[in-house]
């Protein structure tokens, strides 16, 4: 396990369960956030593992998608070039996304990192209707401010919980 996963699952006092990307063995709608650090370019099938990924996040919930590089440098750093192509590339992560039950919200593709975030739709589909008493996705806030009593800065992903999954592992 690579030691900034164990560093995050202990800043969160997470429990990491080692689970197939493809297959997690998690309840439909189970999770309110997902993080998934470097995932999805090691991923077989990309769109099973974003259907998988949406399939046990809760509608209007979050993945958010990381690399401590960003793309340009971790290609230098394999001595080749970066393509438009490539799973990462803005237009293929947002057309994959839109297939496979994701709004790509966030698109940062800076040197020194990777940063991107999709909001799961209402009905399994980007594009989803609100839940009942609820906005669609694009008329919420990406994070809800700290309930009376919590901690400033604190803030809740708008799902039903705060479990996630990082970087091929579940956290709870």
Known sequence: MPA??????????????PA??????????????????GLLPHLPELGTGLRELARVTAPGGLMILFHPT????LAAR???????DEVLSEAPLRAAAERT????????DAPHRFFAVAVRGW????????APGMG???DRPMWTPARPGEPPGHAKSPGP????????????
């Open 123 to 130: 009905d399994g589909t980007a594009r989803g209707d609100a």
């Open 78 to 84: 394999h001595r080749r070039v970066v393509r438009d």
């Open 136 to 138: 669609p996705p694009g």
């Open 70 to 73: 960003g793309r340009a440098a």
């Open 101 to 108: 039950g994701w709004r790509l919200r966030t698109y940062d």
């Open 161 to 172: 919980s705060a479990r996630g999954f990082i970087g091929g592992r579940y956290w709870d």
């Open 4 to 17: 900034y996963t164990a560093a995050i699952a202990w800043a969160a006092r997470a429990t990491l369960l």
């Open 20 to 37: 197939d990307a493809h297959r997690l063995p998690l309840a439909a709608a189970s999770l309110g956030t997902i993080v998934a650090a």
